[in-house]
């Protein structure tokens, strides 16, 4: 309804322009459409903004207007006014029902006392269940909802109409041949793009805000130094949890520690070898071709860890040196999560090595260096800050990879209360921050008990960790960047 | 005095310059063993997948008669689809056997020891009956008479026929017996049972935890295909949006600064968190149900939104000012030269980088996790609109779903349905590189 007003407005103001010109668009100042979507512009935008407005406010305030009909007398000992409430709208909706499916007519429906009728036989008849009888107070103010809401939706349909006819004829009335409309739809397009813009704030908002709320409901029914300084992770259902953080911590750095002792050297080598060696020819197959590893899902890798490596770690070198572990252990996940940071690494610090001014190059091979040696001893300084800030954002990825290490590195925590040798044990399943993740707020949950709360409060200690690498990272880069711009 | 020049000359290899020679060479095979470790990696990552996986395409089918006694499947005689629906599927199971049975006494089968006819029908996978039941309340006229039949192998078959198991692991698994494989064989040899290309791998909803032979992609991949849906509608106008405010229109200030840090952030924040977040806010705060495609869409829409705006706001920079000062030159607003000249010059590389991230969203699995895609949906979501609002899986979500359960044919059909997801992303990808390479312009 809204839209045919506005596209009545569009064509009657695109029109009034028009004559006011003579029919002669040069003589305008926007071009035509312009005016018209000027006006349907007019038409739309408050009256959906009202509408909106309404929809929030209209549950609220009925619902308010509707529980004061309920005597606090007739709200008997084992239930509280909110359920009573939910009782009122379920019947409100179940006569509803009642008449759409033809059960009921709307007299019928806004006559019935519960002492004449068995309501709840005839709205189970049409597959509205109600939990009990129906009391007189419960069933009056049902009706009485019923009425308000339809009441409240015919008033809401009309304002929204007037208001649409009202912006598109003030619209209408403004367009004439000086009316600098144009400027008016503009604005309006800008003001949508940065709505689009400000949605980057609005989710990390988001993010920072739900793990936020439910981080302090945790930390109201958990001590907030056990989690942050407990040395055990044993989560239990039914109460009593050790919730601490520290082993999470140690198995997720850990194994990101595996997986850059991986990837690092084999990336640094990958991209020197790559920028300063290689010919166009190695260059076009290999660059392309480790880029791949990109652009594999983490999915691909955990099943990878899960099928390939934990079952030949195990086979050909765990057992051989007599461990008797599993096939999920840090090394495992360690291992694929490091060949997947490889490309992460080679073509972050390949752009840094190719960032170095050429002349640093050619004042070293002059002077009689090997080509090595210039990698050595000039480029690699001069990179430095660079590869750093590659290895910081490597490093955040790693904490932050889930699949691999759900896949791959097991379930049971970091045993830090059992000694150095087991810690650090890299034979040794050990679950991470992100696994706990997934594992509490997965399956039945129950968002009141702290062993739910806690991957909120886990996540949050996720979040800000990455954050500070990536933060850290990206200014050390960008420093570096200035250095030689 | 001519031998101390000999001695410092550039052509004479001194042991110095051995050894930094020799340093040169080393460093040379460092760098070239990188770039081959990481090319082996992939090559293994990718055969170790083919080959687990390939075996999910393929599936083993047993034709058989199948006698349909009236007085066993409609005691009443008249066919009423109603009351024949009081049979359940342990009804027809004995069909089978007898099936089965029958068969094998043909091809001049002698009962070993030990073997029941029971164990004689277990080579029929469990869902044989259901399908069989399903044929016959849809056909009722067919009671009565003896039909043709094609029928899922059990997993284990399977397994024999792809070669995964053999009579030595036979013997220590109690789900399957030499004997039975023997049975195989025999009917191998009569015809009745043979392996086939599985396109019902990629229909099918997914089966329960003891009928991996009927485990299927369908709900998967059109779970998968809505959620892609979602994003695309969502993230393409609001991220070229974004990034046309921030490349053309933002002053230098204190929130366009702002806005930057946050999209730059965004793209680095691990996948997960946006999980917490979907769980948190669509699904607690705003009431959207648990494991439907409109909320994994969502938050994959959240996830995509940085990649698309880089992209953008690289394409949208690589257009030459002239074209901007030109538009505005022959009197057009700011908002025209955008709309009217750059954003359609910079349509391709948009077009790309969309493609892209939508690659990576479809390869996304650890927020589908959190916000309960997990579940086991055996029923297809309906069309768009109302589908998105019904549970579904998706691609990543089943292949780990399947990784979980206790079955070995599980593991197989996972790796099926990872090849699946790599053809889909190479399908984007070359898609996004055809693009690139057609459309790109070089100013």
Same mark, same amino acid.
């Given at each position: 309804m809204v839209f045919a007003v506005a596209a009545i407005g569009f064509w009657a103001?695109?029109?009034?322009?028009?004559?006011?010109?003579?029919?002669?668009?040069?003589?305008?100042?926007?071009?035509?459409?312009?005016?018209?979507?000027?006006?349907?512009?007019?038409?739309?935008?408050?009256s959906l903004a009202v509408l909106a407005l309404w929809l929030i406010m209209q549950p609220l305030l009925i619902e308010t207007s509707v529980s004061k009909l309920i005597p606090d007398a007739a709200i008997s000992e084992d239930t509280t006014r909110s359920l009573m409430m939910s009782d009122v709208r379920r019947i409100a909706h179940?006569?509803?029902?009642?008449?759409?499916?033809?059960?009921?007519?709307?007299?019928?429906?806004?006559?019935?006392?519960?002492?004449?009728?068995?309501?709840?036989?005839?709205?189970?008849?049409?597959?509205?269940?109600?939990?009990?009888?129906?009391?007189?107070?419960?069933?009056?103010?049902?009706?009485?909802?019923?009425?308000?809401?339809?009441?409240?939706?015919?008033?809401?349909?009309?304002?929204?109409?007037?208001?649409?006819?009202?912006?598109?004829?003030?619209?209408w009335s403004r367009s004439d041949k000086d009316f600098r409309a144009r400027n008016i739809v503009e604005k309006a397009v800008l003001a949508l793009l940065i709505s689009a813009a400000s949605i980057a704030i609005l989710t990390t908002l988001g993010i920072v805000m739900s793990m936020l709320f439910e981080t302090w409901n945790f930390f109201g029914q958990y001590e907030a130094t056990s989690f942050f300084f407990g040395i055990k992770w044993a989560p239990d259902f039914r109460g009593d949890s050790a919730l601490g953080i520290l082993p999470l911590l140690w198995g997720t750095l850990y194994i990101s520690l595996i997986a850059l002792v991986v990837a690092v050297p084999i990336g640094l080598f990958a991209a020197i070898y790559m920028s300063e060696y290689a010919g166009p020819g190695l260059r076009a197959v290999a660059k392309p071709l480790i880029e791949i590893l990109a652009g594999i899902p983490t999915i691909v890798y955990g099943l990878f860890a899960l099928l390939t490596v934990g079952p030949a770690l195990r086979d050909y070198f765990a057992q051989p040196l007599g461990f008797s572990g599993g096939a999920d252990s840090v090394l495992t996940a360690g291992l694929v999560m490091g060949i997947m940071l490889i490309p992460f690494v080679s073509s972050l610090s390949d752009?840094? +090595?190719?960032?170095?001014?050429?002349?640093?190059?050619?004042?070293?091979?002059?002077?009689?260096?090997?080509?090595?040696?210039?990698?050595?001893?000039? +480029?690699?300084?001069?990179?430095?800050?660079?590869?750093?800030?590659?290895?910081?954002?490597?490093?955040?990825?790693?904490?932050?990879?889930?699949?691999?290490?759900?896949?791959?590195?097991?379930?049971?925590?970091?045993?830090?209360?059992?000694?150095?040798?087991?810690?650090?044990?890299?034979?040794?399943?050990?679950?991470?921050?992100?696994?706990?993740?997934?594992?509490?707020?997965?399956?039945?949950?129950?968002?009141?008990?702290?062993?739910?709360?806690?991957?909120?409060?886990?996540?949050?200690?996720?979040?800000?960790?990455?954050?500070?690498?990536?933060?850290?990272?990206?200014? +050390?880069?960008?420093?570096?960047?200035?250095?030689?711009? | 005095?001519?031998?101390?020049?000999?001695?410092?000359?550039?052509?004479?290899?001194?042991?110095?310059?051995?050894?930094?020679?020799?340093?040169?060479?080393?460093?040379?095979?460092?760098?070239?063993?990188?770039?081959?470790?990481?090319?082996i990696a992939l090559i293994v990552l990718l055969s170790s997948v083919l080959s687990n996986g390939s075996g999910a395409f393929m599936q083993t089918y047993v034709t058989l008669q199948v006698e349909l006694p009236a007085d066993k499947l409609d005691k009443q005689g008249n066919r009423n689809v109603e009351e024949m629906k009081s049979v359940s599927t342990f009804g027809y199971t004995p069909l089978i056997r007898a099936a089965v049975v029958a068969r094998a006494d043909q091809l001049g089968w002698g009962m070993p020891d030990g073997m029941t006819p029971k164990d004689m029908g277990a080579i029929i996978s469990k869902e044989a009956a259901a399908q069989l039941r399903r044929f016959v309340l849809a056909n009722p006229d067919v009671v009565g008479m003896t039909v043709t039949l094609e029928m899922l192998a059990n997993g284990r078959v399977d397994g024999y026929m792809k070669g995964r198991v053999d009579r030595e692991i036979a013997a220590l698994d109690g789900n399957v017996s030499p004997q039975q494989l023997d049975l195989v064989d025999l009917l191998v040899e009569?015809?009745?049972?043979?392996?086939?290309?599985?396109?019902?791998?990629?229909?099918?909803?997914?089966?329960?935890?003891?009928?991996?032979?009927?485990?299927?992609?369908?709900?998967?991949?059109?779970?998968?295909?809505?959620?892609?849906?979602?994003?695309?509608?969502?993230?393409?106008?609001?991220?070229?949006?974004?990034?046309?405010?921030?490349?053309?229109?933002?002053?230098?200030?204190?929130?366009?600064?702002?806005?930057?840090?946050?999209?730059?952030?965004?793209?680095?924040?691990?996948?997960?968190?946006?999980?917490?977040?979907?769980?948190?806010?669509?699904?607690?705060?705003?009431?959207?149900?648990?494991?439907?495609?409109?909320?994994?869409?969502?938050?994959?829409?959240?996830?995509?939104?940085?990649?698309?705006?880089?992209?953008?706001?690289?394409?949208?920079?690589?257009?030459?000012?002239?074209?901007?000062?030109?538009?505005?030159?022959?009197?057009?607003?700011?908002?025209?030269s955008v709309f009217h000249h750059v954003l359609p010059l910079a349509a391709p590389g948009i077009l790309t980088g969309t493609i892209i991230g939508l690659a990576q969203a479809l390869g996304e699995t650890a927020p589908l996790l959190l916000i309960g895609m997990v579940a086991f949906v055996k029923e297809f979501p309906a069309a768009p609109p109302e589908g998105f609002f019904d549970p579904a899986s998706a691609l990543p979500v089943q292949v780990y779903n399947w990784t979980q359960r206790a079955d070995a044919g599980f593991v197989e059909r996972a790796s099926g349905a990872i090849i699946v997801l790599l053809v889909f992303l190479i399908i984007m990808n070359a898609v996004a590189v055809m693009l690139r390479r057609r459309f790109e312009r070089r100013w």
């Open positions: 103001a695109r029109n009034r322009a028009m004559t006011s010109a003579d029919g002669d668009s040069r003589a305008l100042h926007s071009l035509p459409n312009y005016y018209g979507t000027n006006a349907a512009l007019s038409a739309i935008v408050p179940g006569l509803d029902t009642a008449i759409a499916e033809g059960g009921m007519t709307p007299d019928e429906a806004t006559g019935l006392r519960s002492e004449l009728t068995n309501l709840r036989e005839r709205l189970a008849s049409v597959g509205v269940a109600l939990g009990s009888d129906v009391q007189a107070e419960v069933l009056f103010a049902a009706q009485k909802y019923r009425m308000m809401t339809r009441r409240a939706s015919l008033y809401m349909m009309f304002s929204v109409l007037t208001l649409a006819m009202i912006g598109a004829a003030y619209a752009d840094i +090595i190719n960032a170095v001014p050429q002349s640093l190059r050619d004042g070293s091979l002059g002077l009689g260096a090997t080509k090595s040696e210039t990698i050595r001893q000039v +480029i690699i300084p001069a990179a430095l800050p660079g590869i750093v800030g590659a290895v910081l954002l490597a490093t955040s990825r790693a904490i932050g990879e889930t699949m691999i290490v759900v896949m791959g590195a097991g379930a049971a925590a970091a045993q830090l209360d059992k000694g150095l040798l087991e810690a650090i044990n890299p034979l040794e399943a050990m679950t991470t921050v992100t696994t706990r993740i997934v594992s509490q707020l997965t399956g039945d949950t129950d968002f009141a008990a702290p062993e739910t709360l806690v991957a909120f409060a886990l996540g949050l200690t996720l979040f800000v960790i990455t954050l500070g690498l990536n933060v850290l990272a990206l200014y +050390i880069v960008r420093k570096y960047r200035e250095q030689y711009e | 005095m001519s031998t101390e020049i000999q001695g410092s000359s550039l052509f004479a290899i001194t042991d110095n310059v051995r050894r930094r020679n020799l340093a040169e060479k080393r460093f040379r095979a460092y760098g070239l063993s990188a770039i081959a470790v990481g090319i009569g015809g009745n049972l043979e392996k086939r290309f599985n396109f019902a791998f990629l229909t099918s909803p997914d089966a329960s935890g003891q009928r991996p032979e009927a485990a299927g992609l369908g709900v998967a991949i059109l779970g998968s295909l809505y959620m892609m849906m979602i994003v695309l509608v969502l993230a393409l106008p609001i991220g070229v949006a974004a990034s046309i405010y921030l490349e053309e229109f933002a002053p230098t200030n204190k929130w366009t600064d702002l806005i930057e840090v946050n999209i730059s952030n965004l793209a680095a924040v691990p996948s997960i968190v946006f999980g917490i977040l979907g769980l948190a806010i669509f699904i607690n705060f705003g009431g959207m149900p648990q494991s439907a495609p409109i909320v994994g869409g969502l938050v994959l829409t959240l996830m995509t939104l940085p990649t698309i705006i880089i992209a953008t706001r690289a394409s949208l920079k690589s257009v030459p000012p002239s074209i901007r000062d030109a538009a505005l030159g022959v009197g057009a607003s700011k908002m025209q």
